[in-house]
C-alpha cells in the first residue's frame, strides 16, 4: 500500500469511462435563476428556499414567480395569449414578460406546478400544456434546466367524503404511491419527445410527503404525531410544512443537502415565517435530502453520461456515494492526476496515481456535492463522477 500526504491509498483496475458532459451546469445550479409557475400548494415555497439557500455558504437562488390559485398548466398558458397577469414587482411577472418572464432568456431553472385533483384519464392534457411551457423555455435560454413539481390530493381522498372536483380514489398515502407514475409520464412525455441533453426532472414533493408520514407513523419524527398537524385544512400545509417541502426543492434544485440550515425562513415582502423547531428542522431536513437523493428522477446524477473511449473494458466505481469521511475509487488510475472539485469547479485537492486503488478522506470538507475529476498527462479530462459528502 502506498500513502500519499498520508490520506491514499492506490490499487489498479480498468473500466469504461464515465464522462460528464456539462460539469458547468453543476455550477448554475448553485446560484440559480427560478421561475416558478404555481398555485397555492407552491406559494412561499421560493421564499422559503431563498432564505434557505441565504443560509448556506455555497449557494445563492433567486425567483420570479407567477402564481395563479387553482390555476392549472392551461390556465397558466392562457396568461400568454391575453398578457393580464398582474405583476407585482420585484417577484411576481407573466411568463410571458419579455424583461422579467421566462421570455427574458434571463432564467436558469423553471418549475412546473400541475392543479389538483389530476388523474389518468385527464393527465393528457398535462402532456400539452408542459410541452408548450418546455418549448417556450427552450427557446427563451437552450440550457435551462425544467422540472415538474409532484404535488398532492386533499387529505379525504378515499374516503366517503372525498376531494372537491376528484374522482373515487386511493386513501391518501396509498395515493401518493399510486400517482408517482402519472406524474412521472408526463416528464417520461418529455423527455422522449425532446431527448434534451438536460432531462426534465421531477421534484418530489409527494413523495416527500409519503416518506414523512412513514416517519410520523414509525414515531421518529419530534413532535409530530400526525400528518394533520402541518396542514391548515385537508390540501393546504401550514408555515411549518411548507418548510419541508422547500427542503426538498433545495436539495433538488440545488443538489446539495439542507441538513443544519436555518429553521426560520423569511417572506420575501417582510416578516418571519412560523418555523420548525430545531428538532424537527432537522429531521425535515434529513428526511428531504434521502428523498431527493435516492428519487431517481429528481435528477441529481443528470450530469453522468456513459462514453465508451476505446479503453479496458470496466467501470470507474466511487464508493460509498454518498459517504460520510472516506470513499475509495476502482479505476484507470495509473499515472493519471485525480481532483476534488467544488460546485464552482475549485480544485480543493490534487493526487497522482500510482497504483491501483485510491481511498480518500474528506472527514474535513463541508458536506455538499463534489466532483471527483481524472485527466491525463496532457491536461485533458477523461472523467468526471459526483460525490456526495454527507454531514
Known amino acids: 500500500m502506498i500513502y500519499i500526504s498520508g490520506m491514499v491509498i492506490l490499487k489498479k483496475i480498468s473500466f469504461s469511462i464515465v464522462f460528464i458532459?456539462?460539469?458547468?451546469?453543476?455550477?448554475?445550479?448553485?446560484?440559480?435563476?427560478?421561475?416558478?409557475?404555481?398555485h397555492s400548494l407552491s406559494d412561499q415555497i421560493p421564499d422559503m428556499v431563498q432564505s434557505l439557500s441565504n443560509d448556506h455558504p455555497n449557494v445563492n437562488f433567486s425567483w420570479v414567480y407567477q402564481s395563479i390559485p387553482g390555476a392549472p398548466l392551461r390556465w397558466q398558458w392562457d396568461r400568454k395569449i391575453n398578457r393580464d397577469f398582474n405583476p407585482i414587482p420585484p417577484n411576481y411577472y407573466g411568463f410571458y414578460d419579455e424583461n422579467f418572464g421566462l421570455a427574458s432568456g434571463d432564467f436558469d431553472v423553471l418549475v412546473l406546478t400541475e392543479s389538483v385533483p389530476r388523474y389518468q384519464q385527464i393527465i393528457d392534457e398535462t402532456y400539452a400544456y408542459a410541452d408548450s411551457f418546455y418549448r417556450f423555455a427552450i427557446a427563451a435560454n437552450p440550457e435551462i434546466r425544467i422540472y415538474l413539481y409532484e404535488d398532492w390530493h386533499c387529505l379525504?381522498?378515499?374516503?366517503?367524503?372525498?376531494?372537491?372536483?376528484?374522482?373515487n380514489s386511493l386513501p391518501w398515502r396509498q395515493r401518493l404511491t399510486a400517482d408517482l407514475p402519472m406524474w412521472e409520464s408526463v416528464v417520461d412525455t418529455l423527455n422522449a419527445r425532446f431527448s434534451p441533453e438536460v432531462p426534465v426532472c421531477l421534484i418530489p414533493g409527494g413523495q416527500g410527503l409519503a416518506a414523512?408520514?412513514?416517519s410520523i407513523q414509525a414515531g421518529v419524527v419530534p413532535g409530530l404525531t400526525s400528518i394533520g398537524q402541518i396542514f391548515s385544512d385537508n390540501i393546504h400545509l401550514t408555515d411549518v410544512g411548507k418548510y419541508f417541502i422547500a427542503c426538498i426543492h433545495f436539495a433538488t434544485i440545488h443538489g446539495t443537502t439542507p441538513y443544519g440550515l436555518t429553521a426560520q425562513t423569511q417572506v420575501w415582502w417582510g416578516g418571519d415565517f412560523t418555523p420548525p423547531s430545531q428538532d424537527l428542522a432537522l429531521k425535515f431536513q434529513e428526511i428531504?435530502?434521502?428523498?431527493?437523493?435516492?428519487?431517481?428522477?429528481?435528477?441529481?446524477d443528470r450530469s453522468v453520461n456513459l462514453v465508451d473511449i476505446g479503453l479496458d473494458d470496466g467501470q470507474i466505481q466511487i464508493f460509498p456515494n454518498p459517504t460520510g469521511d472516506v470513499f475509495e475509487i476502482e479505476g484507470l488510475l495509473h499515472d493519471y492526476n485525480i481532483e476534488i472539485l467544488d460546485v464552482t469547479g475549485s480544485v480543493f485537492r490534487t493526487f497522482q496515481s500510482v497504483g491501483e486503488r485510491i481511498q480518500i478522506y474528506i472527514h474535513d470538507l463541508p458536506s455538499g456535492m463534489y466532483f471527483v475529476r481524472v485527466s491525463n498527462k496532457s491536461a485533458q479530462t477523461i472523467s468526471v463522477q459526483k460525490i456526495i459528502k454527507l454531514p
Open 288 to 300: 428531504a435530502w434521502n428523498v431527493a437523493k435516492n428519487y431517481r428522477n429528481s435528477c441529481l
Open 212 to 214: 414523512l408520514y412513514d
Open 21 to 38: 458532459s456539462f460539469l458547468t451546469i453543476a455550477a448554475t445550479s448553485q446560484s440559480p435563476r427560478v421561475f416558478y409557475i404555481g
Open 156 to 167: 379525504l381522498s378515499g374516503t366517503p367524503t372525498g376531494c372537491d372536483y376528484d374522482v
